[in-house]
Structure formats: structure tokens, C-alpha cells
């Protein structure tokens, strides 16, 4: 499934560059066999008017879980992904 189908899914959407580079990234990762991975959130936490979880990433290939704090934001009722965090998740289940 490409990028474009996600980009409302992260605050302020993701460029051509970084999503053509994410899908990339992402079928490179299937094909090493990195897939399936499972994303555990557990404590979210109000941050001001954003909020933050714990999210830890397993999969085959990852010696223990993958653990990262993203930041979710309140764009017009919806919570989203910041931009930064969806880049880091991307990168984290990918690295």
C-alpha cells in the first residue's frame, strides 16, 4: 500500500521524497524478511493538547522489542502521527 493512502495519518502529510523513500524502505524491509512486525502502544499520556505512547516494535528479525515515544497530535478532532514520530517509526521498523 503505497504512501499516499497514509499521508492523512501524519500532521502536515508526507512529501513525494519521504513517502517514495518510506515505500522503499518498507518493501526492502518485507523482503529481508522483517515482516510481520507487532507494535505494542500502551501508556498514553495527555502532553498539553498532543499526547504521547510507548509504543515497542517486535518482528522476526529484531533481536528484543524496538521501543519509541511518539508524539500524536489533534488535527480537527482526528489524532494523527507528528511528523517526526511517523518518520522515526518508519525508520525504527525498517533499520
Known sequence: MSYTTKTNLVENGISPD???LADHDLRK???DG???ETFNV???????????ADVA???????????????FVNQGGNW???HDSA???V???TG
Do not use: D, H
Open 80 to 82: 494523527i502521527l507528528s
Open 18 to 20: 519521504e513517502g517514495q
Open 91 to 93: 525508520q525504527a521498523a
Open 57 to 71: 516494535i517486535s518482528g522476526p528479525k529484531f533481536a528484543g522489542p524496538v521501543s519509541k515515544q511518539p508524539m
Open 42 to 52: 500502551t501508556n498514553i499520556q495527555p502532553v498539553g493538547p498532543n499526547a504521547t
Open 29 to 31: 524491509a518485507y523482503r
Open 34 to 36: 522483517k515482516f510481520p
Open 87 to 89: 518518520l522515526a517509526l
